[in-house]
């Protein structure tokens, strides 16, 4: 029961936080890391009792899923440099430098467990860099290198870790299997989650329901992962695919109600998860410091050394990275949208690299023995490195990176995004102009309602783009717009009085609660839209 209560506390502070970070200007992550701080501290709150493998399988998928439906495959083709910049070649290069460095200052650690370490802390968050620059208003591309960077690193870094902790357990390494082992980690990622998002695409689309739909949808990333992950495929990379997929290819223009109550569910489950996860990370700390013991002072040296190491080898990283593919890009005659363009929007990504639950959920899923019973080398400091770092990069990296942005000037472009989202809504009114076009032409449509349909459309146009108008015209637009507010009010409130009445219905003696709440949802929809 004390585990239960601990929990709704998390999932209490994950809602009350959001609208607090927003308020202080602090990253909602951070608040539930220190939250987490807080409560481990309190004498009457119990220790968690968490499977280490099961942190994984619980909170990535559904965080990944839901991130994933923010993108597109396309989004990802065109990014593909940025993938292998970061997701791989960076967390390969990170994995090598600081177990080169723990190798150096701790020479009886194995090269394999240090690899172990390297790789544990090598991928940034995705959650942690998204709520951050969200918080923060970065520009939306260095948003969404930001994603995608986090969204394939775990990738890579997984892989690497399986392979160095069963190099210590079982004494055995090849280079060549390690390769091999990552790219069928991949293939087989992509095999399972094509498969498994076609087949829950045909199971969604003979569900006429929207809650049976959504219902499903939440069961399809742990499907995804598991079954990826227990065939030797990656199941991250097999989650990933499975929701590009289903997004791609299985949500269909007209799916309206489907996409409403989908992405109203996966906000909240992105929430909730979200909050426990970084909740979790304070948790641990002070189950850490037990496990260790008194000798966690004598550890913060090889700590701070491998933080310089993690948080420099990025930047080194970036800074050359950067102009190397503004300069390919040059080179090749293409622009580009997935490259840092100057200096400023490179450390802005440099100090953007946060850990999170991933590198914790690594941390304590490493094995206490080896094969033959002997202590796994080095455990408690590898544990207490790995949860320096997090802290360090979450906490500090996180509650800086406001200030770094506004030091470099670097915001989001407001004024673009609003000329890009006209663009794109003049683009959609257009659609609709030309298919009543089409259907006036094919049907005995009412001329009033033809005209009435396409004044509309070309208020909707000229709302759009103002600039391809007259005077005359752009005020005609104006008392058009005024006298639809003035209907849209009027009409609002009639469907709040159709609502009123209807929960009065509810109540009263043998009314059908089912039949009444059927009557409100639509009048819900209407009024939604």
């Given amino acids: 029961m004390a585990q239960l209560i601990l929990l709704f506390t998390v999932f209490l502070c994950a809602i009350i936080t959001t609208p607090l970070a927003e308020r ?168 399972f989650g094509i498969s498994i998002g076609w087949l829950s695409g045909k199971a969604i689309g003979l569900l006429s329901d929207a809650t049976l739909q959504v219902a499903l949808s939440m069961l399809v990333p742990f499907a995804a992962y598991v079954l990826a992950d227990r065939l030797h495929g990656s199941g991250v990379l097999a989650v990933l695919v499975c929701s590009l997929w289903i997004n791609d290819h299985a949500v269909g223009a007209d799916d309206v109600s489907f996409r409403l109550v989908g992405s109203a569910f996966w906000d909240v489950v992105e929430l909730l998860i979200s909050g426990i996860a970084f909740g979790l990370i304070g948790l641990e700390w002070s189950s850490v410091l037990k496990e260790v013991g008194r000798g966690w002072p004598s550890m913060l040296g090889d700590a701070a050394l491998v933080i310089v190491v993690v948080v420099g080898v990025r930047l080194i990283w970036l800074l050359p990275g950067a102009w190397f593919t503004a300069w390919l890009d040059r080179r090749m005659g293409r622009r580009e949208d997935a490259a840092p363009l100057g200096w400023r929007e490179s450390v802005v990504l ?76 003049y683009r959609a009114s257009r659609a609709g102009l ?63 009085a159709s609502r009123e009445e209807m929960q009065t219905a509810r109540t009263e003696p043998g009314a059908d609660p089912e039949l009444v709440d059927r009557v409100i949802r639509q009048l819900d929809l209407r009024s939604e839209r």
């Fill in 24 to 191: 202080i200007r602090v990253p909602q992550p951070v608040l539930m890391t220190i939250i987490g701080f807080v409560l481990a501290v309190l004498p009457f709150v119990p220790n968690v009792s968490l499977e280490p493998d099961l942190i994984l399988p619980l909170v990535l998928p559904p965080l990944i899923y839901a991130a994933a439906q923010r993108s597109t495959t396309r989004y990802f083709r065109q990014n593909y440099r940025v993938i292998l910049l970061l997701a791989v070649a960076l967390v390969v290069v990170t994995t090598v430098a600081v177990a080169a460095a723990m190798h150096w200052i701790t020479p009886g650690m194995p090269i394999a467990a240090a690899v172990a370490l390297g790789a544990l802390i090598s991928p940034p968050d995705p959650i942690a860099a998204g709520a951050v620059a969200q918080s923060v208003g970065l520009p939306r591309r260095l948003m969404g290198i930001l994603e995608t960077e986090g969204l394939f690193n775990d990738v890579t870094a997984l892989v690497v870790y399986g392979l160095a902790i069963e190099a210590v357990v079982s004494g055995e390494f090849s280079t060549a299997e390690a390769v091999w082992r990552l790219l069928l980690s991949a293939v087989l990622a992509v095999v």
């Fill in 434 to 496: 030309m298919r009543l076009k089409e259907m006036a032409s094919g049907e005995e449509l009412p001329e009033e309602l033809v005209d009435r349909l396409k004044q509309r459309q070309v208020d909707r146009l000229a709302r759009s783009r103002p600039d391809l108008y007259d005077d005359r015209q752009r005020e005609e637009w104006k008392q058009r717009v005024k006298a639809v507010k003035t209907l849209r009010r009027v009409e609002s409130e009639m469907l709040a």
């Fill in 350 to 425: 440099w100090w953007s690299g946060m850990r999170g639950v991933a590198s914790v959920a690594l941390a304590l899923a490493i094995p206490f023995t080896v094969h033959g019973g002997a202590e796994f080398p080095l455990r408690n400091e590898i544990v207490f490195i790995a949860f320096s770092v997090v802290i360090f990069t979450l906490l500090f990296q996180g509650m800086t990176l406001p200030l770094v942005v506004r030091w470099l000037g670097l915001a989001r472009d407001q004024d673009a995004e609003d000329h890009e989202e006209r663009r794109l809504w």
